[in-house]
């Protein structure tokens, strides 16, 4: 077995001196006041092996990284009937969105835009009576901790500044695409992105996909391999927002980031990785997230291309 | 060694049930006029070992797959620099394109829109004296065959149909990112589109990509690894027009199609494989191609994800 | 004085064979259940004359007409300051309406789109404590009867199927463009949307337009001549949305109509005409109204080119 | 008769202060370099009395002004026909004019939009064996004077710039509403944009517009009542670019403006004006050329709202 931990410490040393090149979200007051010199690297491996070095342990907002908790809740209960609803194609720039939105009929290109995500927890709202609690319970039972929770204070904050949420849902409902009350899939929404997690519990929960779908801990198939073969395709191609592109280049795992800093990403068959660090670069992603990856893949020769 | 040629064997049999279920593209009377009813397999590993099955060796028009030899001619030249110039992330719907140049200044989103792909080739104008002959004899170089050429007719009636191409050009051109004359551009894109080769011709030069950027016939280093790695994860997210996302899930190979009905794509560090079936389903891509893809790769089991 | 009681009833036997050759507004049910063969034409001059035939008493929903109500109330108060939060020139169609708020960063192009309106709507909320009985009162005063009422039966009706208005406040507000609650602005657009008038209303009420801005029945100078004269070059060039440059032409009068088949415009110094029949053109405009005006400016000679 | 030369000689004086306050037009070198110190005010008459004042002798470049005449001499001979291939509806901001003509199909909303201008001078060149020169004569027949000459420094220099233009028309010819060659209709364009007339030219051409269609100097009828209705209708809503609503407001005249800095406008049965200073607005419009219509309608209380 390749020894991770010598290998994470170099990068942590490595990317260090990054700091203070990025620059920490400010959309939200509750992630701007985060203190930037943080940095976490934890690699998980299927025989659940954990490897960590720096700020590990520390729960942080994982943002649109939920964005992958809500569609595999919502894929393996439906599977191929969400794609009637939602696309599976990367996206052009954010720019485009509203056009591409109006011009498709309130059908957005995947998942991994808010558009697509609202409406995901539209349907996970359909189908789970109590969505919420149903999205903390999962996301436990990947990690296997009880530790994992909304932080309100968060949640909040994303409530005040949701306006182009708002106006996303309001227009996505307009083409009958959203079939619940907005407020609802607003609160939802809100809640999900403020999920707290550490880099342990990110890399632990994406062992799911490095595992075909099924639970590490439990033997449990979550999903078919089909369905973790679709959610990993998308999160190779649109997983990074507009740097997905040079992401695959880059690194060549299939993962997500999200504005809170941190990324996760997995070696099918093989290994999850999370880092976590708060700064981000003009993308919208870890800063040093992307360099430790970038070296992580480098190092151990596994991109895909 | 798998054998490659049983496998193909058998797929060629599970596929042409699929004949008339596309439709052959007709945009230009030229490819309207091809016999729908063809399908070539080709398989062909680094250590030059080729398994074929049907029409393998009959050259047909590789029209978009050309972007590739385009795109790897430039970048050996002058790495890097190109990305000044052109994007590398995936487009949104081809509805976009124009907006999307607009608001980029000029600047397209990846070498294999059109967009990007005319300033790709007006870069080959400014590096290659004699772009024509040098594209040419780069792809013999690469096939180890002197059969390869323009199909002239092809290439006459793409000119006759080249206003929406002109239009990009001159655009683009407005934004100061072509620099040589428009005519001259187009006069190279109409040909290299024309380009004809076989399946037998296209498997050989993805070697190339496979072998890590190695001619695999002189083992010449065309690229570096890196660069062949940037041209994978450009394949990979952009290389099949609006199916990219699908075709990463369905196949999860780097490959890139034509609207001749060709597609090729490779597995790194193992095999290429190229598919020729003219009928194209609603994206533009091979019906029967990606069918032979997505079953070839779940046989072998090699998906990325 | 010219007898406009023979004209507009000459008028009246020449329009009525159009029946059935348009369409009653359907995109809420309130408006859908309204009997298609109702017409009515009033003129009414600046010595309080008023001529009038058919359905001229009958109130009927103003709609969009009520954007010009809104728009008085606000430019009298706080004059060209309102032109910094919203545009005076014609918009494209309105598919760009979405494209062309975010590259205008939420400043829409004219107060008589919804977006426009809206922003209108959210002045009128911050300037007047009880918004919904001003305009009532304004209203009132200007048609010189207390018969005007809301529909509250179509005002709920409007206020189920507002998505696509949600949707653009929210949006106008994520840029800071509106300042009150989304909810509140919607609440009282929907309401000013189902004010309840006869075309003997509407025509008493737009004489402060032929007037220079003094209401005719009370000598108040409700708005400067400056600013009669910029309402009205903003209803000439955008009162009809994607037919204001074909009723420019036709009819040639500044003027504002509705969804609800009501069309009301003025000549400077001399009149204003109304006419109401459901049956709406392609365009959303009353098609009998669009005929009825041109009939009239043809007749008395009075267009402006 | 009001005394007119009374009138403009103290505009003159008036406005040569804002000398300075705009910025000549440099997208080509051969406009740059026109010396901005210059004013020319002419007021003409249905009884063909000139006044003048300044510079308005001076030959200058018309530019856009140039479409009213090209139209004028397509809609005399298809008349209505035209309308099915340009729009007759204000549009939206420049930024729009790619995504207008892709969403409606190479249909260009007016023909004073390069867009639409390209489509009537593909027209005139369909309709007039000899385009150059018929437009010249019927300039010419309008003005009562054969010095009237393409200034051929200009032309050269804008075929020079005229990527832009040259990208609209293949963008178009696309969709097959430009029926003739490309570089064809370009050469034209591109000399009736250097058109060069003196304000007292312009004025005097303009005499056809305010005298319903016929040329005051002969008793011709050029274009029919409706014709020039419609014509002046397009005008008075599309003919100051993104500041049409803005001269409809501030001036209330059906006119014309070009980069060039030249404005020419009239007053429906009475008379024309034409005002030319180099300095141009942010919106494209001869700054001191507004100022000096204001002045103008403001004094003769003449505005149509």
Same mark, same amino acid.
């Given at each position: 077995m390749t020894d991770y931990a010598e290998v994470i410490e170099r990068i942590y040393r490595e990317v260090t001196p990054y700091w203070g090149a990025g620059k920490v979200a400010d959309y939200i007051p509750a992630?701007?006041?985060?203190?930037?010199?943080?940095?976490?690297?934890?690699?998980?491996?299927?025989?659940?092996?954990?490897? $960590?070095?720096?700020?590990?342990?520390?729960p942080f907002s994982v943002q649109s990284i939920s964005k992958v908790f809500t569609l595999t809740m919502v894929v393996r209960l439906i599977g191929e009937e969400l794609w009637k609803s939602v696309g599976r194609e990367p996206s052009g720039n954010p720019f485009?969105?509203?056009?591409?939105?109006?011009?498709?009929?309130?059908?957005p290109r995947n998942p991994f835009i808010n558009a697509g995500a609202l409406v995901v927890t539209d349907r996970l709202i359909s189908?789970?009576?109590?969505?919420?609690?149903?999205?903390?319970?999962?996301?436990?039972?990947?990690?296997?901790?009880?530790?994992?929770?909304?932080?309100?204070?968060?949640?909040?904050?994303?409530?005040?500044?949701?306006?182009r949420n708002m106006a996303l849902a309001y227009f996505i409902k307009s083409f009958g695409n959203i079939h619940n009350d907005v407020e609802t899939v607003i609160d939802v929404?809100?809640?999900?992105?403020?999920?707290?997690?550490?880099?342990?519990?990110?890399?632990?929960?994406?062992?799911?996909?490095?595992?075909?779908?099924?639970?590490?801990?439990?033997?449990?198939?979550?999903?078919?391999?089909?369905?973790? $073969?679709?959610?990993?395709?998308?999160?190779?191609?649109?997983?990074?927002?507009?740097?997905?592109?040079?992401?695959?280049?880059?690194?060549?795992?299939?993962? $997500?980031s999200g504005v809170g800093g941190g990324i996760v990403a997995y070696m099918p068959g093989k290994l999850s990785m999370a880092v976590w660090s708060p700064e981000l670069n003009s993308y919208g992603n870890s800063l040093i997230g992307i360099e430790a990856f970038e070296r992580f893949t480098t190092d151990i020769r596994s991109s895909i291309f």
């Open positions: 992630l701007a006041q985060v203190d930037p010199r943080q940095l976490g690297i934890v690699v998980d491996t299927l025989d659940l092996n954990t490897c $960590k070095v720096g700020d590990a342990d520390v485009n969105s509203l056009v591409q939105l109006e011009y498709e009929q309130g059908l189908l789970y009576p109590r969505p919420k609690e149903a999205l903390i319970d999962f996301v436990r039972s990947l990690c296997g901790t009880d530790d994992i929770y909304y932080d309100h204070h968060v949640a909040k904050s994303e409530r005040l500044h949701a306006d929404y809100c809640h999900q992105c403020a999920l707290a997690m550490s880099c342990t519990d990110l890399a632990r929960s994406f062992l799911l996909f490095a595992n075909r779908g099924v639970n590490p801990l439990n033997g449990e198939q979550v999903l078919t391999e089909s369905q973790t $073969k679709r959610i990993g395709a998308l999160m190779a191609t649109c997983g990074f927002y507009d740097e997905s592109g040079d992401f695959a280049y880059r690194v060549g795992l299939p993962g $997500k």
